[in-house]
């Protein structure tokens, strides 16, 4: 039996750190931030970096490092990249519980790092995309839980069966959606909606799902869709949450960022940790907190994924302020 299976893309990533200019564009309903380069140059990449990323592999070493049973579901290529994310797993304890395709190749993404730290992201999802339910060997699917990240397109639809078998066979939902999923909308999202236990996603997000309001009006109609808690991060400025009977606020520690790649990813995978070990809402969101500060004070979505012990050492070093909204 697994505390946790997590479902979801696996990339190779590549980090280019470049003199790019982040510039910003307004018009009347919007200001937006543009990073940019010199038309018809050559650039002189300053660093490159190969690391793994993507949502579900980055939140299965994170729940495995944090003490948990973890397994995986994905798709991989039958490629080089699809041996790294294998390898990767087998390290961290982690079993694979996927797929291996020789038509399709592994994902990849290419991240571009500006001078001031904006990324912008190039993803090609490669294999994950074509992943269907009828492939997957469900005799192994005993868990407690599942974690959720993005699939879209086709493969969302093994999203929707993975929760009505997670309604038949007792197993409770996480989900994290990302900003390709939120902006199709509540009615799109409603079967995997309304089976959710714990919903975690950014502010954009949030609004994407169910429109502009305070924090506290996102959090009640996120929660009105289905999820018993509901977690809205915002970046350096917070992160808010509803667990059905209370609203909490807990502030971010000013901290260098030195890649913010992960971030969701680390802050989710411990905020679920927390709720499993302890059912304490203050405590997982000081998890998830403190997983999600160690990543960005590095390079990768990964590398600085913490243990159970490291992160209660640095939550007793650095605790956080949480406070009832």
């Not at 940790?273 to 979505?301: M, P, W």
Request: aromatic share 10%.
């Amino acid at each position: 039996m697994y505390d946790i299976i997590t479902v979801g893309s696996a990339t190779v990533d590549v980090f280019v750190d470049t003199d790019s200019e982040l510039i910003k564009i307004k018009s009347k309903k919007e200001e937006e931030e543009l990073i940019a380069y010199p038309a018809g140059t050559k650039q002189l990449i300053k660093e490159l970096t190969f690391l793994t990323g993507g949502g579900g592999t980055n939140t299965s070493v994170a729940f495995s490092r944090l003490g948990h049973k973890t397994g995986y579901i994905g798709k991989l290529g039958d490629d080089s990249n699809g041996s790294t994310i294998l390898e990767l797993l087998k390290k961290e304890g982690i079993d694979y519980l996927g797929i291996i395709s020789k038509e399709d190749m592994t994902a990849y993404s290419i991240i571009l790092d500006s001078i001031d730290h904006d990324r912008t992201i190039f993803t090609y999802k490669g294999a994950i995309n074509s992943l269907r339910f009828n492939e997957l060997n469900l005799k192994k699917l005993k868990t407690k839980w599942f974690y959720f990240s993005s699939m879209v397109d086709e493969s969302f639809k093994v999203l929707e069966e993975l929760s009505d078998f997670a309604k038949n066979n007792n197993i409770k939902i996480a989900f994290n959606p990302s900003s390709y999923l939120a902006e199709k909308g509540s009615k799109y999202l409603k079967n995997v909606l309304e089976r959710t236990n714990i919903l975690v996603l950014n502010k954009e997000e949030a609004k994407l799902i169910v429109g502009c309001g305070s924090e506290k009006d996102l959090l009640w109609k996120l929660h009105d869709l289905g999820p018993e808690i509901v977690v809205v991060t915002d970046g350096k400025n917070g992160c808010y949450c509803f667990d059905g009977k209370s609203f909490y606020y807990i502030a971010t520690h000013k901290i260098k960022v030195v890649e913010s790649t992960g971030a969701g990813d680390a802050f989710a995978s411990g905020f679920l940790s927390g709720i499993i070990k302890k059912n304490d809402t203050k405590f997982a969101l000081e998890l998830g907190l403190a997983n999600a500060e160690s990543v960005i004070s590095g390079r990768g979505a990964k590398t600085n994924l913490l243990t159970y012990n490291e992160a209660i050492e640095i939550m007793k070093k650095t605790p956080a302020k949480i406070s009832k909204l």
